[in-house]
């Protein structure tokens, strides 16, 4: 049975809260990958950040639909979730950008249970942990190549 450590890689990149997006842009085009964890300064992992979080800097401004009542103004979408794609949108830094929830696995997970993780939850970057430390990364690509090799 494959595991996260036989599948992982282990040259694993990382991106600080306080890089800058663009030097993010840098990190993830020079090196050819969809995505970073993003530890602090004692090296624990604090959350993901992707290209598609990139992406989202540029897209189109949802406006929360709204209906008029008595003179009153009433958000029928969730104000806080309006303020929170403005700061992803607006963002400058990587903490701006990175994923509240973090999906990690330690390095024993099976390919089926990470293979279901992704799946279930659209996670693109998958941190391998051991004993909490991060020792490597999984990404969508991983599980192909080994499903391409095992074939």
């Known amino acids: 049975m494959l595991t996260a450590k036989d599948i992982m890689t282990c040259d694993v990149k ?23 964890p993003v530890v602090d300064d004692n090296d624990t992992v604090v959350g993901v950040v992707t290209e598609n979080d ?9 406006i ?49 249970d990470i293979a279901s993780l992704i799946a279930d939850h659209g996670v693109h970057t998958l941190p391998v942990l051991k004993e909490g430390k991060l020792v490597g990364v999984i990404g969508k690509a991983d599980v192909i190549r080994v499903m391409a090799q095992s074939k």
């Open 14 to 36: 990382v991106a600080h809260p306080e890089m800058s997006v663009k030097d993010l842009a840098v990190l993830l085009y020079e090196n050819r990958i969809g995505g970073v």
């Open 54 to 62: 990139l992406i989202d800097q540029n897209k189109k401004l949802h």
């Open 64 to 112: 929360p639909t709204m209906a008029s009542f008595l003179d009153s103004v009433i958000f029928l979408d969730s104000a806080a979730s309006f303020e929170k794609e403005i700061k992803r949108m607006t963002g400058s830094r990587v903490a701006d950008l990175c994923s509240e929830r973090l999906f990690s696995v330690e390095e024993d997970a099976s390919l089926e």
